[in-house]
């Protein structure tokens, strides 16, 4: 962790001061750590949510996603595609469909007779 970082007393934001110049943005910064654990961990929780090969990919190049960008520019496209689609092989996709049904026709009222 970097010497520069300070880091305060945990605080809940509605407890913390607004200042002007923390606008409360979220901020990534890269900190230490095993990048293949990382990257296993976020391809099998894209895999969760449906996400395939290409559309993880695709993601990937958008330079506002800086982990799974980072992860793409470490790799190169070809290596990052091989890897997205080994761990996916492994874990699988949850896709999940919903049907609605259309609404029921006229009602009709059912009377049991008792006959003694």
Known sequence: M???LH???KTHPLDREMLPEDP???H???V???VEVMFRILM???ARMGWDCAEIVELARNPFYQALH???RLHGEAEFRRRVAQILARVGVIRVREFIAPPPGEL???EASSST
């Open 108 to 110: 009709l009222q059912i």
């Open 28 to 30: 990534g910064f890269e």
């Open 24 to 26: 409360l943005e979220l």
């Open 32 to 34: 230490p750590g095993d």
């Open 70 to 72: 980072g992860l793409w």
């Open 44 to 46: 099998e929780e894209f």
């Open 7 to 9: 880091i305060g007393p």
């Open 2 to 4: 970097s010497a520069d």
